[in-house]
């Protein structure tokens, strides 16, 4: 009876509309990750911005994860 639902994904919507589910009340919405900033690049040129960005010493390997985007003050 819901006016509309969200998914976190095109799967998930799928999965709720296979469990009888209005197809055409569920909107996706990606959440947790910002698609603009976050996307393949270059190697070699993502890794020279970020250590240049973050200030930070790194000659050997270097680990990302994007995680919560909930702004901080």
């Known amino acids: ?4 639902m969200l998914s976190v994904s095109a799967a998930l919507r ?8 209005p197809e055409d009340r569920i909107e996706v919405h990606y ?3 910002d ?3 976050f ?3 270059d190697q070699t040129t993502a890794r020279a911005a970020l250590v240049a960005e973050l ?9 990302v994860s994007p995680g919560s985007l909930i702004a901080r003050q």
């Open 55 to 63: 200030a930070i010493p790194c000659d050997g390997a270097l680990f």
């Open 35 to 37: 698609r603009v900033r």
């Open 14 to 21: 799928a999965d709720m509309a296979a469990l009888g589910l």
């Open 31 to 33: 959440t947790g990750l």
């Open 39 to 41: 996307h393949p690049a």
């Open 1 to 4: 009876q819901a006016a509309g």
